[in-house]
C-alpha cells in the first residue's frame, strides 16, 4: 500500500518530510516519480493534471492539501466511488479571519489609500459599530471569520445553504434570503466553495442588491467573480471597490486590468495557507482509519460538492 503525493502548484517536499516524520513506515511517491500505480491507495494532492487518477485501479481516497476541494471535483474522470477529503485546520481559520480583519481594516481607515499618497491629508472614516459586514458561506472559515468580526464590534450578516443559528450573528440562508442579506452588506466578503451553484455568483445582478458604495472581499475561488461585472460597478460608483486574493488565472497575468486599478487591492492567494506540519497528522489518521476500514473525517460530500 503506498500513498502519492501530486502537488504540480505546490512544492512536495514539506509534504514529504512530514509524513515520513509522522509515519515512518508509510511508502511515498511523488508524482510524477516512476512507481506502480497498481500499489497507490492514498493520494494527497493540490491542482492534480486532470485525468490522472482514472489510471489508479484501487485508489481509494483523495485528500486535498487545502480546505477547498474545486481542483479535485471539477475533474470529471474522477471515479465515484473514490472519497475526497479535504483540511480543517483552526491554524488556517485564524488565519483566514486575521487576514479578512485587516482587508476590512485596511478599508475602513484608508491605511494603504496612506501609503501610496504620501501625503498629509486626513480623511474622515466610519466607526466599527457603524459598519455591516456580510459574509457569504458560513462554513468553517466563514464562521471563524464571522465570529472574530462580531468580537470586534462589527454587525455581522452571514449567508449559507441550510439554516445557521450562531450567537449575535444575523443568518440568512437560502436563495430565497439572498437578497435581504445582500441589503445590509456594506462590505461583503465571499467565502463559499466554488461548485456549479456558486460559480460568477459575484456578478452585476447580485453587486446592485448591495447598498450603494459597497466593497466587495474575495477570498474564497477567482471563479465565483464575473470580473468585467465587477470593473463595470465600480465604474458607476454602485461599489467603491474590491480586495480580491483569488483569481481565475493564477498567478494573476501581468496584463491584467486588476493590476493598474486604483480601487482594487491584489493579494496573492495568501490569505490562509496550509501548514503542511500542522495538517499532515490528520491525513496520517485518515490513511489508518482507511486501511482499518473506519469512517474519515472531514469528508467531502461528492453531491454537495464541498
Ligand atoms: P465549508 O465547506 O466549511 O463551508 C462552505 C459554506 O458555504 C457553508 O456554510 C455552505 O452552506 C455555504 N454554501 C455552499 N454552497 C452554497 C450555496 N449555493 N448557497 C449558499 N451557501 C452555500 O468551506 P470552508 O469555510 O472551509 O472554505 C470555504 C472556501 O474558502 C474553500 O472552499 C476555498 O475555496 C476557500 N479558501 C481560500 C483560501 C485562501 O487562501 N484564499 C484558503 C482556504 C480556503 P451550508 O453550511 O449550509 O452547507
Ligand atoms: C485552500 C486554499 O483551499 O489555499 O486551502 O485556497
Not at 465565483?224 to 460597478?233: A, F, G, I, T
Request: charged fraction near 25%; hydrophobic fraction near 35%; include cysteine.
Amino acid at each position: 500500500m503506498s500513498v502519492l503525493v501530486v502537488s504540480p502548484g505546490r512544492n512536495p517536499e514539506a509534504w514529504v518530510k512530514a509524513l515520513k516524520n509522522e509515519h515512518p513506515g508509510m511508502n511515498i511517491y511523488v508524482y510524477p516519480e516512476d512507481h506502480d500505480k497498481e500499489e497507490v491507495e492514498y493520494a494527497i494532492s493540490w491542482k492534480h493534471p486532470r485525468g490522472i487518477f482514472k489510471n489508479y485501479p484501487n485508489l481509494k481516497v483523495i485528500a486535498s492539501m487545502g480546505a477547498g476541494v474545486d481542483h479535485i471535483t471539477s475533474d470529471p474522470d474522477i471515479p465515484e466511488n473514490i472519497k475526497i477529503t479535504r483540511v480543517v485546520d483552526e491554524q488556517l481559520t485564524e488565519d483566514m479571519s486575521a487576514f479578512v480583519l485587516a482587508l476590512i481594516m485596511d478599508k475602513m481607515r484608508n491605511i494603504s489609500h496612506y501609503y501610496s499618497q504620501k501625503n498629509w491629508e486626513p480623511t474622515s472614516y466610519r466607526s466599527i459599530e457603524n459598519t455591516k459586514i456580510g459574509i457569504m458561506g458560513l462554513g468553517v472559515l466563514g464562521k471563524g471569520v464571522a465570529n472574530t468580526l462580531k468580537n470586534v464590534g462589527f454587525n455581522v450578516y452571514g449567508w449559507s445553504k441550510s439554516t445557521k443559528d450562531i450567537d449575535g450573528i444575523h443568518t440568512f440562508c437560502g436563495d430565497e434570503n439572498l437578497t435581504e442579506f445582500l441589503s445590509n452588506a456594506e462590505i461583503l466578503v465571499c467565502l463559499l466553495p466554488l461548485t456549479p451553484e456558486t460559480e460568477n455568483i459575484l456578478n452585476k445582478e447580485l453587486f446592485e442588491k448591495l447598498p450603494k458604495g459597497a466593497h466587495v472581499i474575495n477570498v474564497a475561488r477567482g471563479e465565483h467573480l464575473v470580473e468585467q461585472d465587477l470593473l463595470e460597478m465600480i465604474d458607476s460608483e454602485q461599489l467603491c471597490g474590491a480586495s480580491l486574493d483569488v483569481f481565475r488565472k493564477e498567478p494573476l497575468p501581468q496584463e491584467h486590468p486588476f493590476w493598474n486599478h486604483s480601487k482594487i487591492k491584489i493579494t496573492p492567494h495568501i490569505a490562509s495557507v496550509t501548514n503542511p506540519k500542522k495538517v499532515v497528522p490528520q491525513m496520517a489518521d485518515n490513511y489508518e482509519r482507511m486501511s482499518q476500514e473506519q469512517d474519515l473525517l472531514n469528508v467531502v460530500e461528492r453531491k454537495k460538492g464541498y
